[in-house]
């Protein structure tokens, strides 16, 4: 029997300060994976868009940010580009280690099958 060749679609929720937090993919199809690779511009912002699902901030009215994956890219790169600089070093900050595991146990699950020589 082969291995799951499907990417999941589950999603981990990660936390904030201040008791927010943000919800993201636990990990990125290849084609995700693939656009993240050739976006180009800013890397940040492009991680940001490809694993972000959404999150529980609130603006200065104190209602929700909208922030989905339906939205269009742009809308969502124009969300992350008006959060205050504070919130956005938070995100990356709590994004990253999360990322750095993903693709650790993405590398640690590739193995080269053995190859039986036929006598």
Request: proline residues 6%; glycine residues 6%.
């Given at each position: ?83 205050t ?34 006598s």
């Amino acid at each position: 029997m082969g291995r799951n060749s499907i990417a999941s679609a589950a999603v981990v929720r990660l936390p904030l300060g201040e008791g927010d937090y943000i919800t993201v993919k636990e990990e990125l199809n290849a084609g995700e994976s693939i656009d993240l690779a050739n976006e180009p511009g800013d890397k940040i912002l492009a991680t940001l868009t490809a694993y972000l699902v959404g999150w529980s901030l609130v603006g200065a009215d104190d209602l929700p940010i909208p922030y989905s994956p339906i939205q269009s890219a742009d809308e969502r790169r124009a969300t992350l580009r008006a959060l205050t600089l504070s919130r956005m070093k938070e995100i990356v900050a709590v994004l990253e280690p999360h990322v750095t595991r993903t693709t650790q146990a993405i590398d640690e699950k590739k193995t080269t099958p053995a190859v039986e020589v036929a006598s």
